[in-house]
C-alpha cells in the first residue's frame, strides 16, 4: 500500500484529485449563489402569494397587463 501512495503522490495522482475535488466544490457554489439570486428575499411561496394577491385583488400585476 506504501508503494501505491508513493507512486501515486509522484505522478501527480492526488493533485488531480485534489483540483477535481475543487472544481466540483466551485460548481456547487457557483449554482447555489445563482438560485441564492434568483429567489426573492421572502421566499418563492411568498412571491407566490403576492401575485396571486394582486391578482385576486385587481392589484399592480392586473394595471400593468392593461
Known amino acids: 500500500m506504501h508503494t501505491r501512495f508513493r507512486r501515486w503522490a509522484l ?4 493533485e488531480r484529485m485534489f ?10 457554489r ?5 438560485s441564492a439570486a434568483l429567489v ?10 403576492g401575485i396571486a394577491a394582486d391578482g385576486a385583488e385587481g392589484g399592480e400585476a392586473c394595471r400593468l397587463g392593461t
Open 11 to 14: 505522478d501527480g495522482t492526488f
Open 19 to 28: 483540483r477535481a475535488a475543487l472544481a466540483r466544490a466551485d460548481a456547487v
Open 30 to 34: 457557483a449554482a447555489d449563489q445563482i
Open 40 to 49: 426573492p428575499p421572502g421566499g418563492l411561496v411568498d412571491a407566490a402569494r
